[in-house]
């Protein structure tokens, strides 16, 4: 009985699950390595979503043209939503779903409020090409990026409808049933330029050469795809039995905004289902490339910081063994993802809002074995989707707007690289603006190590805390000749049961210095 009332919610996933198969910071192979900071030490075209100030960082380490071919792939995701540790504990181990088995595992996912709510967030990108030009006094670059993020969200109520089902005892009360999703794609071209703003040979004794960049990369957006979905309602479900119906108590209000084609077909469907024709909502919302294909609107967004370097005495931190070498203090601050996008074609809203109560819930033992073969979740799929699912849940009002709105995940990050020679730790802190995609307003701090071992190979390590999951570690290597470079890294969290799970991998493309 438990998918009995799920598929009256199954269209309003639907948008999202279709452009699924289509961490708002910008990841690169460096930065996931080492912990997905990059404030102070993010160079080369990646600086223009990182810290555009970073463009004039390593001048001496390349030749002055930086071109990347397929020139950075990431994906990263995760969220309190992602409880592996919850999940293998009892749904991996044979254990029946019910009762006090039920309490005591969504107690420990979800904590014991039906309006707890969980999510999981990803983000995932792509730089197909990238190019730098340095000079001593100011670098300029170009990046094309494309981008995909989302999240999903769902209350303990939810939950407890997925796995309990309509199960009358535990909805004996009004418990809240929520949902809320987002999902939006688009395309970034990226013009950076840096500059160095202020220098000074000496500074108070600690080093000489202490240089200041300032950054700025305005972009332009494309956007792709976009939908979004609120669910608010509560539920309440009197016993059902053989020998007594049943009635479901349901006081909703949901909100869905889309675009394009998946948009078009949404008030196709409302039209013909206000005249009465009867229309199936599935049969509108088949997926086709137009869904993600195309611009969709217009819109700019910047990226901004600015870097300081120092030289440290060649005598700091000694000079034997690893920490022979440049020594060098670098501190970043950097504002990133500044904007906001604009989805403007055939933008529409459909609501919705609605309190019944049905009792026409009957147990019918005979039809659930002559007609379903006994499958009682069959029988209620049929017997909810004739009886009420298009004319309570599909009964929306739709409205066209001029476009959709979406800031952009924008995040403020404050980050110090220490080189010593063949050695390097690099620390960030930062926290999202806005609670976006894999954005957290919750603080975060980023750890990291590199070790350059024949000063062609980079060893990396890292961590991370705070954020939008539990702790994740990182690792990363790769080469890195004067004319070449090829990196990769990857990040996961050993235990997800405090915040969630988290997973990020990045590869650095082919890039070529010339």
Known sequence: MRNSLLILFGWFLLGVNQSVFAQSAHLTSKNVSLGSGGAAYQDLYHANFVNPANLMLNHDRRPAITIGIAGGIYTGGGGDLLNISTYNRYLTTGL???????????????GASDSNIRSASFDAGVIPIGAVYRTRKWSVSFAQRSRVSGRTSYSRGFADLIFRGLDSEYFDRARAVNSTQELYGWHEISAGFAMTVYEQER??????????????????????????GTLHSDLRIEGVSAESGGAIQHNFQYSVQTIGRRAEELERYNNDRRAGLEPKLNDYLDFESEDISGFKGTSVGVDLGVTAELNLHQNAFGNLGLFRGEKKLTVGLAVTDIGALSFSDRARSFDAADNFTWNG???????????????????FESVLTDSIGNDIYGNFETRESSKHTVGLPAMVRLGSHLQLGKFAFMADIGTGIVDRGINSS????????????????????????????????????????????????????SNSETNGASIAAAWSGIVVHF
Do not use: C
Not at 203 to 228: E, M, T, V, W
Not at 473 to 484: I, Q, S
């Open 361 to 379: 819930f009957t147990y019918d033992q005979e039809t659930i074995d002559n007609e379903f073969d006994g499958d009682e979740s069959a029988y």
């Open 203 to 228: 500074f108070f004794g600690l080093g000489r050469n202490l240089k200041i960049h300032a950054g700025i990369a305005p972009k332009l957006l494309l956007g792709a795809d976009y939908f979004s």
């Open 96 to 110: 029946t779903i019910e009762g006090a088995v039920a309490d005591e595992m969504l107690d420990k996912w979800f």
């Open 442 to 493: 919750r603080i975060h701090l980023s750890l990291g190590s590199e070790y350059r071992f024949l000063n062609r190979i980079p060893l990396r390590a890292g961590m991370r805390t705070g954020g939008y999951s539990s702790t994740t570690w990182h690792a990363g290597t790769g080469v890195e000749l004067k004319n070449f470079e090829f990196t990769v890294g990857a990040a996961t969290t």
